[in-house]
């Protein structure tokens, strides 16, 4: 039986495929299309993706997207009648309906084929039960606590309930227009990060300030005794002007959502180009408190009343590590999992892993413990990248590549890591990796200015080899996706100043041996080194989607001011530094 997962006309457009039991592929259509957070139909993940297991369009049984229009009906009837007509929301709604009944038509027509072509049954999934899915599935427990967070999906923010075997059930939810994701847009935007997905600056802004707004901010959200919350909707627009958002193709954007009211609290907005000042850091410290309150409040309601002790988590806030690395000590929740693609693109896996178990029934077997999912490219395909570019190089087995290229990072260089299959979810764990020293405190400044092009308080996060974990970090058990922050340890912190953000923390990798041994053995040949098992990793790319193909990392390399690559088996000096220190 094969299932293929949609993620389409949302952003983060994104394909998983099942072939039986097996995950064959989950990739987002950003890597093929070069746009981020890329939204419209991922026409080139499914091609690739089939093409990957070796099957034609014709072999798909069931195709699932994480969208489902007739959910919360109701609902959205009485918001709209509550409204008044307006004529843009339901020229919006309709066409958005439209698209999602062409699911078989845009498929064929993706893959060059009749319609006649796609036998496969077309399920609609409702987008939260898609993020529950997506985690507890491939969970590695029997039962758990579910919590789906995110701005908005299919009228609803955020959805809570239980998973146990194959079936989930829902106990509860906060729909439209109450969101704990849009007021993290709003504060956002008023701080002058715009784009789609900026939240996550955010996040690393906050731990520059104080949380002295949190009082005032309180009056955005009340919490109810249940742990649900409503917002105070006089700060915000998105409910009541409508907010302009693109979906259908490029990368998504979304127009403000915050009202008027916001800038008389707070004063006027920070424009993206002015500097930021000690308020802008306390409000996103406040921001972040307020996240932290609210979501770990309903997280210790639904515990009280499921009395599980393990709780899978998903949705665009389930990427707030911060408030993640907080849950074990702050809940009585004492496992936590999370899916590596935890936002939107999550959703195709998880409405394929909806149709396997909650629909056809069929048992779990598979447990997601690496994010590997994507495509490789042979040693061949490596040469001809950068025989292309008359690069020179040295071809190396893994053991000899390892050595060399954790001596090129011990001597200060900064390595260009690409090996294998790249990765599902945002953060590059391994794979399509730039590594460098993290005992060099300038190491982050450098990094933000001459190869990501970035803002200059962003942190970068550490991969540490897994057994060495605890001797380095404050923390309960492996972190394998970069999912949660935790304390370095006090007495460790000095050593490791790039990788040690303001407030002591990092979001850190704990690496297997068995799920990745390369990346594994480089971390191990640092060590062997410098006595140190960490490295900095940040994505392979700059300012654009992380490298898929060999030719654009071997593009990425030469452009930037990186110093080595290790293209598969292939080690390149660009420039060489030697540590004099
Ligand atoms: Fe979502």
Known sequence: ????????????????????????????EERFSRLKHQAGFPSLSVAHALDYAGLAGADVDHVAISRDPSAHLHRKLMFALSQGPR??????????????????????????????????????????????ASSFFVSPFERAALLSIDGFGDFVSTMWGRGCGNKIEIDGWVEF???MGILYTAITQ??????????????????????????????FVRVKPNGSFELDLSYF????????MTWDSGAPTIGDVFSPKLEREFGPRRRSHEPLQPHHHNLAASLQALLEEVVLGLLRTVAEKTGLKDLC???????????????????????????????????????????????????????MDHTYWGLDYSREACRAALDAKSLSYRELD????????????????????????????PRALGNRSIVCDPRTASMKDHLNSRIKHRESFRPFAPSVLEERASD?????????????????????????????????????QTVSRSTNPKYWNLIHAFEKQTGVPVVLNTSFNENEPVVNTPEEGVACFLRNDMDVLALGPFLVEKHRSTRTD
Not at 344 to 363: M, N, R
Request: glycine content about 10%; hydrophobic content about 40%.
């Open 313 to 367: 988590l998903a949705g665009g806030c389930a990427l707030n590590c911060t408030m993640n690395g907080k849950i074990l000590a702050e809940t009585p929740f004492e496992r936590v999992y999370i899916q590596p693609a935890a936002y939107d693109a999550g959703t195709s896996l998880g409405a394929a892993l909806y149709v396997k178990h909650q629909i056809l029934g069929e048992k779990r077997e598979f447990v």
């Open 237 to 244: 627009v998105h409910h009541s002007e409508g907010v302009n």
């Open 398 to 425: 893994d053991a000899a590549l390892a050595d060399a290229a954790a001596n090129l990072v011990a001597d200060g260089n900064i390595l260009g890591w690409y090996q294998g299959r790249f990765e599902w979810g």
């Open 1 to 28: 039986m094969n299932i293929l997962g949609l993620n389409a006309y949302h952003g983060d457009a994104s394909a998983a495929l099942f072939t039986g039991d097996r995950l064959a592929c989950a990739m987002e």
């Open 87 to 132: 004529l843009s929301a339901v020229r919006d709604r309709l066409s958005n309906v439209s698209r999602l009944r062409d699911v078989k038509t845009t498929l064929a027509e993706s893959l060059g084929l009749p319609e006649s072509a796609i036998r496969a049954q077309v399920h609609r999934v409702e987008h939260h039960r898609a993020h529950m």
């Open 472 to 508: 380095w970090f404050e923390m309960g058990g492996s972190s394998p996706f970069m999912l949660m922050t935790c304390q370095v340890k006090r007495d460790q912190q000095s050593r490791v100043p790039a990788i040690t953000h303001v407030d002591g923390t990092a979001r850190q």
């Open 177 to 179: 227009p109450h969101s």
């Open 190 to 219: 008023y701080l002058g990060f715009p784009k789609y997905g900026d939240e996550f600056k955010v996040m690393g802004l906050a731990p520059y300030g104080e949380p002295e707004f949190l009082d005032r901010l309180r009056k």
